[in-house]
T-cell receptor
Framework: DTEVTQTPKHLVMGMTNKKSLKCEQHMGHRAMYWYKQKAKKPPELMFVYSYEKLSINESVPSRFSPECPNSSLLNLHLHALQPEDSALYLC??????????????FGPGTRLTVL | GIQVEQSPPDLILQEGANSTLRCNFSDSVNNLQWFHQNPWGQLINLFYIPSGTKQNGRLSATTVATERYSLLYISSSQTTDSGVYFCAVESLTGTASKLTFGTGTRLQVTL
């Protein structure tokens, strides 16, 4: 099974709302990732969790707050977002073996619109 | 950081045609992946190919790590091959790894 699931599929929120994106994998992977993809652009890395610890934060604004409650789950908490944060948010996971086999598998994404 | 360029940026093919997509990267990398992004945004894994050549049906890929490029070959293209093709390279930041995506090739296959 190489499935990564994400909920919700679509989300519309106002700039004063608080919402969360969820990601889950059951492949026994120990690394999980959040990416942001704007229209007609490639995905860009936001955060990396390795063994449930935040290991990379690509200078993401604090209105995005990641959380890794356990090795299978990854959340992205959203607060006071701006319209320019509207994008496709992709979650991925991998074995976390940087010097060895470390293929990343992606979820279907959450399409976020900020009004 | 590492730069990843893909060519061509756009490609229109008739069904049944063959094509070659190229991915150039600016520094040595641990690994390289090729993805197909369908119109709904799902990234589908095509190849995990740090070096050498792999084949999967009508698709094949070759990575020459020493010369910092990778090629994706699509033969006998079908309309379902339409979408955006990304290469992505893995590099290390401390003990964590990250993927940097290329600029993408948008492929349209017509009847």
């Amino acid at each position: 099974d190489t499935e990564v699931t994400q909920t919700p599929k679509h989300l519309v929120m106002g700039m004063t709302n608080k919402k969360s994106l969820k990601c889950e994998q059951h492949m026994g992977h120990r690394a999980m990732y959040w990416y942001k993809q704007k229209a007609k652009k490639p995905p860009e890395l936001m955060f990396v969790y390795s063994y449930e610890k935040l290991s990379i934060n690509e200078s993401v604004p604090s209105r995005f707050s990641p959380e890794c409650p356990n090795s299978s789950l990854l959340n992205l908490h959203l607060h006071a977002l701006q319209p320019e944060d509207s994008a496709l948010y992709l979650c991925a996971s991998s074995r976390d073996s940087p010097s060895s086999y470390n293929e990343q598998f992606f979820g279907p994404g959450t399409r976020l619109t900020v009004l | 950081g590492i730069q990843v360029e893909q060519s061509p940026p756009d490609l229109i093919l008739q069904e049944g045609a063959n094509s070659t997509l190229r991915c150039n990267f600016s520094d040595s990398v641990n690994n390289l992946q090729w993805f197909h992004q369908n119109p709904w945004g799902q990234l589908i894994n095509l190849f995990y190919i740090p070096s050498g050549t792999k084949q999967n049906g009508r698709l094949s890929a070759t990575t020459v790590a020493t010369e910092r490029y990778s090629l994706l070959y699509i033969s006998s293209s079908q309309t379902t091959d339409s979408g955006v093709y990304f290469c992505a390279v893995e590099s290390l930041t401390g003990t964590a790894s990250k993927l940097t995506f290329g600029t993408g090739t948008r492929l349209q296959v017509t009847l």
